[in-house]
């Protein structure tokens, strides 16, 4: 829910995709935040080098995801990424 998220703490949040599945959709509430595509093949055995399998979630959209959370946030996508990925160093590499 995007009023949900405006409401997180900015290093609270992490970034994750719903890889292989549910991609950003034009019927989801966010999808007008939504900059970067990528060229698309529509079966996987069509796949080619540089192209994305239509409706597959894959790790490069997650800058669709930081598009989203940062557009519905009023926040620039640049410095929230800075942000999320200190965040996710913190949970996940933290050095002791």
């Known amino acids: 829910n995007l009023e949900v998220v405006k409401q997180l703490p ?6 994750e995709t719903d890889a ?3 991609g ?3 019927t989801h509430a ?3 935040f939504v900059k970067t595509t990528w060229n698309e093949v529509k079966k996987p055995e069509k796949w080619e080098e540089g192209k994305c399998v239509k409706d597959r979630n894959e ?10 959370i940062a ?7 640049d410095a929230l990424a800075a942000l ?5 160093e913190r949970v996940f590499f933290r050095r002791s």
């Open 10 to 15: 900015g290093d609270r949040i992490l970034l």
């Open 20 to 22: 292989p599945w549910c």
């Open 24 to 26: 950003v959709k034009a």
């Open 30 to 32: 966010g999808h007008g």
């Open 59 to 68: 790790p490069c959209h997650l800058r669709q995801v930081l598009e989203v």
């Open 71 to 77: 557009g519905c946030r009023g926040e620039d996508p």
């Open 84 to 88: 999320t990925t200190a965040s996710a």
